[in-house]
């Protein structure tokens, strides 16, 4: 079984949305996948219309087994399960925190799917946290949004700084860029500076497109609504890089 | 309702029928229907079948799912389709199907149009709660296509049981009855005209103890002439290495039978097909050696350094051009006069009404004494060759001490559905295991004398010839290290093999009175 998580410490930087796009690409290959929208905000839930509701509290869903597994749900997609999001995971900091060994316990939560799915994929809540440093601690492979701007590539370097000073193995975090408008000059030159300087960054970049935006009005994965849109293209190549670059050493 | 259930349908026709009834309750969603060719395969040998795998490509895809199951097991986007394991790509789907089909080739046995029409149930929200599929499969005449089966599938969504409960029964009310008993595989290869799992080179008997001994014995024989003629048949094909390995099994299993069929037929007859069936057996010995020589090359390769790996390549291509050659020769060999005649021969006396063969001595006397007389002298012969190993291990000793055990081997497969079969199973267990080593000892015996003798013998015109003969040179470094080490294992083998506790499995099953065997 191959975890990625998408995370970032940053807000609005396209987590679920590339979440959402990857797990219909990876239930495509015909690898059975399960995407765990664990952001209260329960984005990825809405776009595949599940209704955000688990059928455990925040605690019982930590410890997964037979409870989790009941709250998962069919996509309308072949091979795609989605674990839901619920309005308590506001909490699942707290609840990690209270718990004895908390820095590796998605670990135990993530075991009992390998039986059933092949790839797992996490909506990671914006936070730098102990569920944070869960998901860094425990997936083979973290992928970052980044956005072009001087703010963003500051959070992404804060987060690194993070995970160096908490012995967090870096170099399953991987990076790429997310809204990028080309026509500015701004985002050129970060992305050549940043591919440059950093390691991990993938060569796939999402465009900021009007199109990803209707995934909420569709609530569909681009990928499915509309194939072979540019928006769609982009996800696809993320996807294939993700298989060249980083599947390949999980 | 968690898995899919199945209903056939009468005809193709009835789909617009359920289709309308279901739409009159729900929203649903009818999406483009998916048409194709639908090819099944298997082995010569049915393995799949026998595993109740069915393995089919549709659209480019090869699909792997359980007889009467709908959900795949693995499947892989993949053109042309393999014939041989070692041609799948690495990956999940290799490995589970690699012990089932080990060498064998996959063969089309079926080839089909498929069109399947997915609908989707939705629930308020446009979700997705329950999907259906109407499946016909249609042979691939263009003008007369004929219906195979019509088949619905009503497949669940996880966390939305009540919705499948619910069209459940409303096709039940329809009328529908869900179906698990017939797979539509088996539908189609009625339609071909095959008989899935017909061919097996396993001996299979039915035999019943009190049975005469000549006519158990002609059972046998029979039997092995078929898997003989069946085999015979596919040689000239070349499908794979086992077509022939199994034709030379059936014949050298047929050697042993006359071995003890003297005292039952006549010792004049009996001699002549010994001898006969002897050089039918001799016919493809060079061509066995290569088929296995050729099929052992990953494993060659993996021995040697990885330097050498390379350098290893031109001997096979040698092999493979000498295979080549040996074939044809194998090809004249059967279609010679010499071996019709033996042939015909042989059949017509298997053929001859039992009244008209002459009888020897044992002819009238009840299988299962005659099988338990055998295999309990058989067993102790090997004891006691084994014993003389022990004492002083050579060479000759273990050859002969395999072709014993492989008699005692065959003796015990010829007979078992007289005994126990938990109790076969665990003696042949046990002789496998001492067989194995056996075996091992004598292929890495022969391997080494025989590259030893190619190395000479191979052309010096080519120009990597001195890097080969490295790599041969290393090979039979390893393959002579590999010799020794399991000649020191025979100790132990045969200890384990020849244990009390075995004797005593053998003694209870074989060395039984005749009065209470009949009894």
Known sequence: MRTIALYSNKGGVGKTAAAVNLSYLSAQTGAKTLICDIDPQSSATYYFRVKPKLKSGTKEFLKGGKKVFKSIKGTDYENLDLLP???????LDIVFSQLKRSENRLHGFLKPFKAEYDVVILDCPASISILA??????????????????????????????????????????????????????????????????????????P???????????REPVVAFSPSSRASKAYQHLWRNLQETVFINH | MRNTIKFNLADDEIESHISNHLAAQHKMLKETTISGRLTYYDTFDWRLFHKSFVLYTFQDRLILRKMGEEPIIHSINIKPTPCFIWEFPKGDFKQYLKPVIKMRRLLKIGDFMSGTTPYRILNQDEKTVARLFFETIRTRSRKNPKTIGTQLWLKPVKGYPKFSNKIKSQLESFGLTSNRDEDVFLQAMRETGQDPGSYSSKLALQLTPDMRADEATLRILRFLFQVIKINEAHIEHDLDTEILHDFRVAVRRT????????????????????????????????????????????????????????????????????????????????????????????EAFLNEPQHEIVSGPNAEVPVFELAINRIYKQYRDVVKAGNRILENCDDEKLHKLRIQCKKLRYLIQFFANLFPSNKISILVGQLKKLQDMLGNYNDLSVQVNYLLKVSRKMPSNLSRLKNTLVAIGSLIGKLENKRQSVKESFAETFTVFSSSRNQKLFRDLFALLPEKVVS
């Open chain 1, 208 to 218: 900021y497109l009007s199109m990803i935006e209707q995934m909420g009005v569709y």
């Open chain 1, 85 to 91: 999001a619920d309005f308590s995971h506001r909490r």
């Open chain 2, 255 to 346: 050697r042993s039978a006359l071995v003890w069929s003297k005292n039952i037929f006549s010792v004049k007859e009996t001699s002549r097909f010994k001898k006969d069936l002897s050089y039918v057996g001799k016919i493809s010995n060079e061509l066995r050696d290569l088929d296995v020589y050729l099929l052992n090359k990953p494993k060659y390769k993996a021995m040697l350094p990885e330097v050498l790996r390379q350098d290893i390549d031109p001997l096979f291509d040698y092999l493979g051009k000498k295979r080549s050659v040996s074939f044809r020769r194998v090809i004249r060999s059967l279609r010679s006069k010499k071996y019709i005649k033996i042939m015909q021969d042989w």
């Open chain 1, 133 to 206: 440093e869960n998901v860094l601690n425990t997936v083979n492979c973290t992928l970052v949004p980044l956005i072009p701007t001087t703010l963003s590539v500051r959070t992404y370097l804060q987060l690194l700084t993070f995970c160096k000073r908490n012995t967090i193995d870096t170099s399953r975090i991987h990076t790429f860029f997310s809204m990028v408008d080309r026509r500015k000059k701004l985002h050129r030159l970060l992305m050549e500076k940043v591919s440059s300087k950093l390691s991990n960054v993938l060569e796939s970049d999402i």
